[in-house]
């Protein structure tokens, strides 16, 4: 069957620190990988995903690289901010419907 | 545009006592709808998921079900709640079309403590 694993938390960093947060996959066929990210208090919101390998995907200064030779998707981020913690996890999709198999989450705590 | 509101946001239950919680999207024609748990320190679980009105799929067996009585409103019920429910629910829709899109949109979530 399908699933994610990604590292356990919480992850305390310094502001302007350089953050990984690392997700390995195990899938059937070829998925796509997205990584969500929930804020204090609300839902969850998408935050960037790779349809294929080697796709990169990117956005607020997050990035993410879907490696198939290592099932992995890692996020990861230059410089992080106060604004930036949250909980993030890791998804994946084999098939159609949008029945995404995630992670069990990362919690990012980042200090001034 | 697109919203989706799920309601309430926060719930006390005795166990025994009976759920609901609902779901309705705006903006947006026959989308598939779902509903998860995350309960405290763990991942999300899939509960459920429709693509259509009265077309439920259930993932994991338990103490609940759903229902779409519409085409942009979901529901989660149970008749006897257990402690074991306790948890945050999300609900979600996504495009129809499925396929490997996976962006799924979500409520803001609903906070259920069973005592």
């Known amino acids: 069957g399908n699933s994610v694993t990604q590292m356990e938390g919480p992850v305390t960093l310094s502001e302007e620190a350089f953050l990984t947060i690392n997700c390995t996959y195990t899938a059937t066929g070829y998925p796509s990988l997205f990584w969500y990210v929930q804020y204090p208090g609300e839902g969850l919101q998408l935050l960037l995903k790779a349809t294929k390998a080697d796709d990169k995907g990117s956005n607020k200064g997050f990035e993410a690289t879907y490696r198939k030779e290592t099932t992995s998707f890692h996020l990861e981020k230059g410089s992080v901010q106060v604004s930036d913690s949250a909980v993030y996890f890791c998804?994946?999709?084999?098939?159609?419907?949008?029945?995404?198999?995630f992670g069990t989450g990362t919690q990012l705590k980042v200090e001034l | 545009s697109q919203t989706i509101h799920q309601w309430p946001a926060t719930l006390v239950q005795p166990v025994g006592s009976p759920l609901s919680l609902e779901c309705t999207v705006e903006?947006?024609?026959?989308?598939?709808l779902y509903w998860y748990r995350q309960a405290a320190g763990r991942g999300l679980q899939l509960l459920f998921y429709s693509v259509g009105i009265g077309q439920i799929s259930s993932e994991v067996p338990q103490n609940l079900s759903a229902s779409r009585p519409q085409d942009r409103q979901f529901i989660l019920s149970s008749k006897k709640l257990l402690l074991s429910d306790s948890g945050f629910y999300l609900c979600a829709w996504s495009d129809e079309t499925g396929g490997y899109n996976g962006e799924l949109f979500f409520g803001e979530g609903s906070r259920l403590t069973v005592l």
């Open positions: 903006g947006t024609s026959n989308p598939n």
């Open positions: 998804a994946l999709n084999t098939g159609g419907g949008n029945k995404l198999t």
